[in-house]
């Protein structure tokens, strides 16, 4: 499995950005994806998490109502549309996939930024 993501920028305050995590390989295998993000200094957290087919979702209380996870099963893709962007959002933000038996697949990590 293989997981890129991209999307991330620079936006001010306020703003709204959307990632976008592509998944190719064995991407049958997956049940559950998810975006965890990382601040400098700071450990990794998880964002928001789904299932594969898009029925169950989790989200972090420091971003609930703000984002929401989606998928395109179609595409193989997974998405954070990220809205009321805060400067505290500032992190690298990951794609995450458990496969069973298979082990723990994350992308590259894209940057987003947000100026007050």
């Known amino acids: 499995v293989q997981l890129v993501e991209s999307g991330g920028g620079l936006v001010q305050a306020g703003g709204s950005l959307r990632l976008s995590c592509a998944a190719s390989?064995?991407?049958?295998?997956?049940?559950?994806m998810a975006w965890y993000r990382q601040a400098p200094g700071k450990q990794r957290e998880l964002v928001a998490a789904i299932t594969s087919g898009g029925g169950s979702t989790n989200y972090a209380e420091a971003v609930k109502g703000r984002f929401t996870i989606s998928t395109d099963n179609a595409k193989n893709t997974m998405y954070l549309q990220m809205n009321s962007l805060k400067p505290e959002d500032t992190a690298v933000y990951y794609c995450y996939a458990p496969v069973p038996g298979r082990g723990n697949y994350w992308g590259q990590g894209t940057q987003v930024t947000v100026s007050s």
């Open positions: 390989g064995s991407t049958f295998s997956i049940n559950v």
